[in-house]
């Protein structure tokens, strides 16, 4: 089981960024998914955005256009940067891994990510 463990998250204003982190144990072996998930107040919970180790990325959701996900393998860390934040992206944000490479298409399936971590807060004020 792949260890995940989530940072960064906080407190901006409308139009404000942010940097999540995701500390990722190291017995996490190619081919494989890692990704962000996020669930705001009221609603289900969504995929942000995917990479895997093949390289390929996705995006999903309001976030697309305003985030980056990429990976620091040498430090075991997927990161997610968030741009343009606005009030509706306040929500919980998690980070998880799968096996495999993501499926051809544009869409993320939360149900092949296995492992997850518990979350950042981000709360974005107007």
């Known amino acids: 089981q792949v260890q995940l463990a989530e940072s960064g998250g906080g407190s901006v204003k409308s139009g404000g960024y942010l940097e999540l982190s995701c500390s990722v144990s190291?017995?996490?072996?190619?081919?494989?998914?890692l990704g962000w998930f996020r669930q705001v107040p009221g609603k289900e919970r969504e995929a942000v955005a995917a990479?895997?180790?093949?390289?390929?990325?996705r995006f999903a959701g309001p976030l697309q256009g305003r985030s980056q996900i990429f990976e620091m393998e040498y430090e075991n860390t997927l990161y997610l940067r968030l741009f343009n934040l606005k009030p509706e992206d306040t929500g919980m944000y998690f980070c998880?891994?799968?096996?495999?490479?993501?499926?051809?298409?544009?869409?993320?399936?939360?149900?092949?990510?296995?492992?997850w971590g518990q979350g950042t807060q981000v709360t974005v004020s107007s």
């Open positions: 190291d017995n996490k072996f190619a081919p494989y998914s």
């Open positions: 998880a891994a799968g096996l495999g490479v993501l499926p051809y298409g544009s869409t993320i399936d939360e149900s092949r990510f296995a492992d």
């Open positions: 990479l895997d180790s093949d390289g390929h990325t």
